[in-house]
Each structure stands twice: as structure tokens, then as C-alpha cells.
T-cell receptor, first 115, second 120 residues
Framework: DTGVSQDPRHKITKRGQNVTFRCDPI?????LYWYRQTLGQGPEFLTY????????KSRLLSDRFSAERPKGSFSTLEIQRTEQGDSAMYLC?????????????FGPGTRLTVL | AQKITQTQPGMFVQEKEAVTLDCTYD???????LFWYKQPSSGEMIFLIY??????QNATEGRYSLNFQKARKSANLVISASQLGDSAMYFC?????????????????FGKGTKLSVKP
């Protein structure tokens, strides 16, 4: 059983460009979460899915951010018209109802740098 | 509003000694879960230990134990017999538990973390 995977691990882009990140959760995990972590801070919640349904979105998720999980398996997070303030580590996590959703397993993250 | 406070930006501990990392929380939810995660320099968040607000006993997982004091709203992590590999950032987190969501609600709320350095 492999862990949560994220692709790419690093992304450097110019301001104004669009970027898309992918997250593959642990198989059989029906909940998937996106967090953002800036330097010196703990992760901040962005959004989460149960199967293909997006159940909650943070106010941090501006109109430039969109997340999808079309088939209830992998998820994508897209940032349009990137800004320098979007530079951060984007973390994905998944969880399973067998643990009462208590334990979230995190992926290695995608580090975004906006120049 | 829910909030996690970790007042120790950095801690040093001698190898093989025990160390306590502080965490206090604020919430109006009657039921909640408390978590500790470890983040090595590689960046991946590693789950360490969980405590439910309704649990009567403090959680333990190997060398990790959670000193839960509900009245004080504190959930300190105790690491016994520190090892060099314990050097990392440690984050305390919380999540409300709402039964109408079939268990835990989604998102974790994290503190700012404590950087632990283990000296040989």
C-alpha cells in the first residue's frame, strides 16, 4: 500500500501563469484534503472532498483557486494568475472512515515558487 | 474561534532524555480531537498521536505520550528517550467532532510549531 503522492514536488512559475498540482490519495481513502503551508507557519486548511463531493472550502481559497476530484480518486488543485503571495508548500492528505477519519496521512507536498 | 498555541519556537534536548512540547488550544466545540504531527526537513507531515476530548486516559504511542489536561485546555506532547532522528518540527493540531458529519469534521487547525533539536 503506497502512501499519498503529489506531483510535481517542485514548481517554479512566473507571476500571472496558471499552475496545476495533482494528488493521489491512499487507495480506499474517501476523504482528501488540501492544505497550504508558508514558511514558519503550520499548515492552513484550503478544502476537502468526500469521494467526489467538495464539502468545505476555506476563505483562503480565493476565486483564483479551484480544486476537483472528478472520480473520487485523485484530485487536482489549480491556481490561476499566480501571485508572489501564492508561494508556499501545498500539502495533500487523505483519510479513511475505518479510523473515524481521525488520522490524516499527508503527502510530501508540492513546493510552489512564484517569481 | 478555534485556535492552537505553541509557545516554544525552538527546544533543545539531550539525546536519551525526555522532552515536553507545549500546546494549548481554544474551542467552543463540546467534542474535538487533538493531534500531534512531526515534520522533518524533508517536508512530509507524519502523524504521531491522537487524543479525543472524551477519552478518559491520556494517549500513548511508543515513545510518545500526550499529557491531556482538559480543564487547562492543554495537550502537551512528551517524547521519552529522545533520539537524534527526533530532530524536526512538531505541530499540534485540533479538529471538532460533529456527529452529524458521521464522525470528525474535515479540516485540522494547526499551531505554528516547535522546532526540536536533539543534541548528541
Amino acid at each position: 500500500d503506497t502512501g499519498v503522492s503529489q506531483d510535481p514536488r517542485h514548481k517554479i512559475t512566473k507571476r500571472g501563469q496558471n499552475v496545476t498540482f495533482r494528488c493521489d490519495p491512499i487507495s480506499e481513502h474517501n476523504r482528501l484534503y488540501w492544505y497550504r503551508q508558508t514558511l514558519g507557519q503550520g499548515p492552513e486548511f484550503l478544502t476537502y472532498f468526500q469521494n467526489e463531493a467538495q464539502l468545505e472550502k476555506s476563505r483562503l481559497l480565493s476565486d483564483r483557486f479551484s480544486a476537483e476530484r472528478p472520480k473520487g480518486s485523485f484530485s487536482t488543485l489549480e491556481i490561476q494568475r499566480t501571485e508572489q503571495g501564492d508561494s508556499a508548500m501545498y500539502l495533500c492528505a487523505s483519510s479513511s472512515p475505518t479510523s473515524g477519519f481521525n488520522e490524516q496521512f499527508f503527502g510530501p507536498g508540492t513546493r510552489l515558487t512564484v517569481l | 474561534a478555534q485556535k492552537i498555541t505553541q509557545t516554544q519556537p525552538g527546544m533543545f534536548v539531550q539525546e536519551k532524555e525526555a522532552v515536553t512540547l507545549d500546546c494549548t488550544y481554544d474551542t467552543s466545540d463540546p467534542s474535538y480531537g487533538l493531534f500531534w504531527y512531526k515534520q522533518p526537513s524533508s517536508g512530509e507531515m507524519i502523524f504521531l498521536i491522537y487524543q479525543g476530548s472524551y477519552d478518559q486516559q491520556n494517549a500513548t504511542e511508543g515513545r510518545y505520550s500526550l499529557n491531556f489536561q482538559k480543564a487547562r485546555k492543554s495537550a502537551n506532547l512528551v517524547i521519552s528517550a529522545s533520539q537524534l532522528g527526533d530532530s524536526a518540527m512538531y505541530f499540534c493540531a485540533m479538529r471538532p467532532i460533529h456527529m452529524n458529519y458521521g464522525g470528525s469534521q474535515g479540516n485540522l487547525i494547526f499551531g505554528k510549531g516547535t522546532k526540536l533539536s536533539v543534541k548528541p
